[in-house]
């Protein structure tokens, strides 16, 4: 394990931590006034390799070889001139530090980080962390990669097999409740499709419109048709033959040699993808969310009351069914799509082109 020191007088600045891959939602904004919650799991940190944040160039002003070199192959809105590698945080395993009030800009509930890093070491001074908890924006303290270093203090955590991940890990609900900021006398919770899933989503969806070459896809029914189908059928043209993805991975029958695409799982802790022998396009996902396509846990089919049943694990209801039909994130699938090298090719490029008018579609 590791602690964050400041690089400016070797002060601790958070707890005990273990690293974990970042997750796809990391830098989600999601809808509009929404409460949500704290990205990491307390105990837990993770490395974004690119940079974000302030300060921003607009896309008319990177020259396309810089933007290759950065392993950008198609036109983004703009892109950050931050320093990579900044790490990210529960807001609660941070310590030693004091917000910096002119720096405590927000969109309209909270800190957004906009103006730059809003967090000091308490000990020197130096700003060393953004925190992070606007409406619509996932609750995290970023850390300045430089402005801070790393002090080993255990043995590094070394990576659990696949095979004991079945035993520790968990699955993520696909749906869940949402709050937003709603005023005295209006509805401001419901249940909806998991911002998670939507992120996880937008990032594969991209990779299975590289795998399908321009051809029709389809994939297996059910829950991953419900998130997956619609939109490919819309994406991808007609009449030819389709390609063929399945999911895979650990504790699961080796997938069918005929398949084309396999939808595997990200190792939690290292960010790997499960690997495969055959020329199959891996598509990845988060383990959360691939173990719950795998292994859906039953809902009720009844409250109960009193004594718990056997075999009944909750005396809820189940959840409501969401009013909409599943979108993936649209930022996600362009944040994902345009670091492909396949996004330079015209087709991939008249979709990345025409995103506005696939979210009005509802596409996204």
Known sequence: MIVFVCAGCDARLTTPLSQVALPPHAHQQYGNGIQLPVLMESGTFAVDPEPWGPPWRPWKDIDPDEAAARGIYAPVHALSDGAPGAAVISPGDAQG????????GGYCCGLDGADGPNMACESCGLAVASRIDDCSLWQAVWLAPNA????????DDSPLPWGELAAEGKG???LEPITSWGSQGWLNHWWSWSPQWEAAAGRALAHLLVASGGRPVTVPDGLV????QRALDILLPRGLPARRAVLAGPGLPVPDPDADILLVP?????GEPWTHAGPAY??????GVWRWLV????????PASGGTPHGVLRDD???QRPDSLFRADSRVFQHTLVRLPASASPWLREILENRTQLMRARVF
Do not use: K
């Open 266 to 270: 990200d190792h939690p802790q290292t």
């Open 148 to 155: 801070v270093r790393r002090l080993l203090v255990d043995a």
């Open 317 to 319: 209801p189940p959840a």
């Open 225 to 228: 048709s419900e998130v997956f």
């Open 97 to 104: 530090t004091v917000l910096v009030p002119e720096r405590a």
């Open 282 to 287: 891996a598509v990845p996902l988060p383990y």
């Open 295 to 302: 292994s859906p846990e039953p809902n009720l089919p009844n």
């Open 172 to 174: 993520t609900p696909p």
